[in-house]
């Protein structure tokens, strides 16, 4: 089966790294970016420039790396996205950890208009202890 035009373009998003020029292009101004609570800065974001400022911003300083590895991709009939992967970690004192996600997309008109995540926080947490 090909690609959707919804997968392409989160596959995209993820292929980019984050992009800012990528980033700016997908997501949608009224973007709602939600991270499952107990994950660092864990909440719901609204707007891409609170999402990068409020939660990336927030985060990146306790890391010397972190970035989301998609392994699979998946889409539906309804707009959604379903990625699944894991975050790579390494924290500032040197702990490592690979933390396995999921995330739901939901695009509208060719943006990304949500973001929902899963993750096994506790792997994360304890990563940061030390």
């Known amino acids: 089966m090909s690609d959707s035009p ?5 596959r995209r ?6 992009a800012p020029e990528v980033t ?4 949608a101004p009224d973007l709602v970016w939600d991270i499952t609570p107990g994950f660092p800065n864990s909440g719901v974001y609204h707007g891409w420039d609170s999402a990068a400022k409020d939660f990336f911003g927030a985060m990146m300083p306790n890391y ?5 590895v998609p392994e ?3 889409a539906d009939d309804d707009n959604h996205v379903f990625v699944y992967g894991h975050y790579h970690a390494e924290t500032k004192t040197g ?7 999921i995330h739901l997309w939901t695009v509208r008109d060719g943006k990304a208009v949500e973001m929902r995540q899963a993750a096994d926080s506790h792997i994360l947490q304890q990563a940061l202890k030390d």
């Open 64 to 68: 010397e790396s972190f970035g989301a």
């Open 95 to 101: 702990n490592k950890a690979d933390v396995r996600f």
């Open 72 to 74: 699979e991709f998946y």
């Open 24 to 27: 700016a292009e997908i997501m």
């Open 6 to 10: 919804h997968l392409t373009l989160i």
């Open 13 to 18: 998003l993820y292929e980019s790294g984050m």
